[in-house]
């Protein structure tokens, strides 16, 4: 079945880093995403990681995958203001190209 | 600006009615997706549209229908509309199959009264 769990809310302080937490239930999926939302926008692909991955890094955004336990991380290094938003967390399929999304990661940075 | 636009930004509609909703993929992205978002349901998404054929069906009601042109524009058809279909309503597209993932258009504002 098709599953992305995340905790809904998160708060550090800027300048801390940031771990975001994801678990999916589909072993099929081959492609996992991070998108942001901010308020009043659309989401934003922030990164994506082929299943075949264990980790990857984009500037201050490291992502680690896994496949044995299901589970996404998102880690945001030097964390600033203008990183609070939502993050979502979604997970496409092998063979469909519809991506399932978690219901999201409200992430808080306090000056 | 992601290159997907939606248009309107916001509509407000009474119940029973009828909406049309907008939106012109990236340049080049020959699929379209819509996805609704609410509070309490997350990102649900309703339908694919790839080079103006049907490609996947989510969680779309028989309320609502969707179609794309063959100038690769969508609009997605909301009847008989209640208060619960208030919400936001995301289009995104993508130049094949999605594997590098979505731009999304700013979305489409729904409220329903």
């Known amino acids: 079945g098709e599953d992305v769990e995340q905790s809904l809310f998160l708060s550090v302080r800027e300048g801390d880093s940031s771990v975001i937490n994801c678990t999916y239930t589909?072993?099929?999926?081959?492609?996992l995403y991070w998108y942001k939302q901010e308020p009043g926008a659309g989401l934003q692909l922030l990164t994506y990681?082929?299943?075949?991955?264990d980790m990857k890094q984009d500037q201050r955004l490291t992502v680690l995958l896994n496949k044995k336990d299901k589970h996404l991380s998102l880690r945001i290094a030097d964390t600033q203001t203008g990183d609070s938003a939502i993050y979502f967390c979604?997970?496409?399929?092998?063979?469909?190209?519809?991506?399932?999304f978690g219901k999201g990661t409200m992430l808080l940075v306090s000056p | 600006d992601s290159g997907v636009t939606q248009t309107p930004k916001h509509l407000i509609t009474a119940t029973g009615q009828r909406v049309t909703l907008r939106c012109s993929p990236r340049?080049?992205?020959?699929?379209v997706y819509w996805y609704q978002q609410s509070l309490d349901q997350g990102l649900q998404f309703l339908i694919q549209?790839?080079?103006?054929?049907?490609?996947a069906k989510g969680n779309i009601l028989e309320r609502f229908s969707a179609q794309q042109f063959p100038d690769l524009h969508s609009e997605l058809n909301l009847s008989s509309l209640e208060l619960g279909d208030s919400a936001l309503y995301f289009c995104?597209?993508?130049?094949?199959?999605?594997?590098?993932?979505?731009?999304f258009g700013s979305g489409t504002r729904l409220t329903v009264v």
């Open positions: 995104a597209s993508s130049a094949g199959t999605g594997s590098y993932g979505y731009t």
């Open positions: 589909d072993s099929s999926s081959t492609y």
């Open positions: 990681i082929f299943s075949n991955m």
């Open positions: 979604a997970e496409n399929l092998s063979g469909y190209s519809t991506l399932t």
């Open positions: 340049s080049g992205d020959l699929s």
């Open positions: 549209y790839y080079n103006g054929e049907e490609r």
